[in-house]
């Protein structure tokens, strides 16, 4: 077991009072066997109200209405956890599908087939394209799952984007590059073009640059698999994911959990300055 401090903050400065519309926050990690919230809180200006409950996909989402109008939002949020999670290759696969192909089981089959959906239907050409260059004909399942992973790791280099939302999966295989969001989402449309059920997982990593402060929040990819459940990997650093990753919201879409989502009504042509400064720390 091993203790976090994560500490997050999201600053918005505007360049006139303005009307704040409600706001969606996912700062929260996801509790289960693996992670215990020691202690939480929450901290937000200007004046308003906070109304906690979980979305379709279990995730705390806390929606916030504002009761005053500002020139500032400031969305600070303090956790400390206990993290559990095994090692990451400590696991053992149903026998069925230790091999790939393999069909889910009819009992799981409902429940997974939304995660099997593509969202980029008219990218698939392109994607089994790539597939078919990664040579994966005839590899047991975990490991055929691990060499794609570490492909998006070496073949494609990362690059940070303070835009909106995700590159479509055409667009990285275009350019070669993306951020980790961009990585998760192709890997998750890849896996999904080879018959997998896989989902979004937005939330924190524990690495050098996290200690020092003035990271960001992470993204990687969740595989459901027989035996063993979702099984986390990290296309951005080609590893399995384990303790140094906790996840805070997962997804079909990875459009629709941004940590913080909202809108405004002002007055004015100037875009407003937006902070976000991440740290997670190791406690003793």
């Given at each position: 077991?091993?203790?976090?401090?994560?500490?997050?903050?999201?600053?918005?400065?505007?360049?006139?009072?303005?009307?704040?519309?409600?706001?969606?926050?996912?700062?929260?990690?996801?509790?289960?066997?693996?992670?215990?919230?020691?202690?939480?809180?929450?901290?937000?200006?200007?004046?308003?109200?906070?109304?906690?409950?979980?979305?379709v996909f279990d995730n705390s989402l806390a929606i916030v209405n504002f009761l005053e109008r500002s020139d500032k939002l400031t969305i600070a949020s303090e956790v400390i956890i206990q993290h559990y999670a095994p090692p990451p290759y400590d696991f053992l696969l149903e026998d069925y599908a230790v091999n790939y192909p393999f069909s889910y089981s009819v009992g799981e089959q409902i429940d997974l087939a939304v995660f099997q959906h593509p969202i980029f239907v008219n990218d698939s050409q392109i994607i089994n394209d790539w597939l078919k260059q990664q040579k994966i004909c005839g590899m047991q399942t975990f490991g055929l799952l691990v060499k794609l992973n570490q492909a998006i790791n070496s073949q494609f280099h990362y690059q940070m984007r303070e835009?909106?939302?995700?590159?479509?999966?055409?667009?990285?295989?275009?350019?070669?590059?993306?951020?980790?969001?961009?990585?998760?989402?192709?890997?998750?449309?890849?896996?999904?073009?080879?018959?997998?059920?896989?989902?979004?997982?937005?939330?924190?990593?524990?690495?050098?640059?996290?200690?020092?402060?003035?990271?960001?929040?992470?993204?990687?990819?969740?595989i459901y698999l027989p035996g063993t459940g979702w099984k986390g990997f990290d296309p951005t650093s080609g590893e399995v994911t384990g303790n140094r990753h906790i996840a805070v919201a997962v997804a079909r879409d990875p459009e629709t959990v941004p940590p913080v989502s909202g809108s405004f009504i002002g007055s004015g042509t100037r875009m407003p300055r937006m902070q976000v400064n991440v740290q997670v720390s190791l406690l003793a």
């Open positions: 077991m091993q203790r976090l401090h994560i500490k997050h903050l999201t600053e918005y400065l505007f360049p006139t009072h303005v009307i704040l519309n409600p706001h969606r926050l996912l700062l929260r990690p996801r509790e289960g066997h693996d992670v215990r919230i020691e202690t939480s809180k929450l901290v937000i200006t200007p004046a308003q109200n906070i109304k906690w409950h979980r979305d835009e909106a939302g995700v590159q479509s999966p055409a667009q990285t295989l275009a350019q070669r590059s993306g951020s980790c969001r961009d990585y998760a989402t192709l890997f998750i449309e890849a896996c999904r073009c080879l018959g997998f059920a896989s989902r979004f997982v937005s939330g924190y990593l524990h690495a050098p640059a996290t200690e020092a402060g003035f990271a960001t929040t992470h993204a990687w990819v969740e």
